[in-house]
């Protein structure tokens, strides 16, 4: 399913710092680029999603959700059925987070728990304590929630981003440096000096790190290690592994949280912003 005029949340008649909007989303689904007046975390409780702007792309697998800045334009692509929970949060109300960059962080089972009971609260509510508190205790746990480095930088030369893309889409792909430069109509000299001019990583870093990122979603998912391995272009899973161990520090397993995801009772559209408004 492609999206590609998703209509704009009406903010003005919402005086609320916080207000929170949920819908799920079929695998495949494409929302195409489009931006809001308030910024936005963009989490899911289950599936993962590929964020993409001018300057990067974004993996956000479970437990894990990203902070758009108010402004930035925006596209995604979904993994898997994405439950989205999102909250759309005045700037003011987070001005320990980026203005201008995307960040992937870390979601605590209480932050998880907050996001969920303010999908509850409908935006016309008259103000309540309980609403006051939900809001003001996710944005202390979103200040203090670890950034998570599932961030690919893209270039902004149109030949290069067109080859990022490409191996976005196709990250098992071993065509060499010159075989990948032949087709983008350039010298694998010019390639390689773009890439460390314009991501600040070489061909090779910048690669592993979109079948590092195209791992990350496809074990989202609950696909096995050694198929996952093969597909992100290694020879075994225990190459796989050692490889995401040193990029993120834990086993595929430990990082996607034993890959069990809690059961969640929120409803599938939050009745806080208008239905007809903007994913």
Excluded: N
Aim: aromatic share 6%; glycine share 8%.
């Amino acid at each position: 399913m492609r999206i590609t005029s998703p209509g704009l949340p009406r903010f003005d008649p919402y005086p609320q710092p916080i207000l929170a909007l949920s819908r799920d989303y079929p695998p495949g689904s494409v929302v195409d680029p489009h931006r809001h007046s308030r910024a936005q975390l963009l989490f899911a409780t289950s599936g993962a999603m590929r964020v993409t702007t001018g300057g990067g792309a974004w993996i956000v697998p479970p437990l894990r959700a990203v902070w758009i800045p108010a402004g930035v334009e925006h596209g995604w692509l979904v993994t898997g059925l994405v439950r989205l929970r999102t909250l759309f949060i005045d700037p003011a109300a987070a001005p320990f987070m980026p203005a201008a960059d995307c960040r992937v962080v870390e979601v605590s089972d209480l932050l998880r728990a907050l996001i969920l009971a303010a999908m509850e609260i409908p935006a016309d509510a008259p103000p309540a304590p309980r609403a006051g508190l939900i809001g003001a205790l996710a944005l202390d746990e979103l200040a203090r929630a670890p950034e998570a480095p599932l961030r690919l930088p893209m270039p902004q030369d149109p030949r290069l981003r067109r080859l990022c893309q490409s191996l976005l889409d196709q990250p098992a792909r071993a065509d060499t440096l010159e075989s990948w430069a032949d087709q983008a109509g350039a010298s694998g000299k010019t390639i390689a000096r773009l890439f460390l001019k314009e991501t600040g990583l070489t061909f090779g870093a910048w690669r592993q790190q979109a079948r590092l990122a195209e791992a990350v979603a496809q074990l989202a998912l609950g696909r096995p290690i050694s198929e996952v391995a093969r597909a992100a272009g290694y020879d075994s899973a225990s190459a796989f592994t050692a490889m995401f161990r040193r990029a993120l520090g834990a086993s595929p397993r430990a990082y996607l949280g034993g890959g069990a995801a809690p059961v969640e009772t929120a409803p599938t559209k939050s009745p806080c912003i208008p239905a007809t408004e903007s994913p």
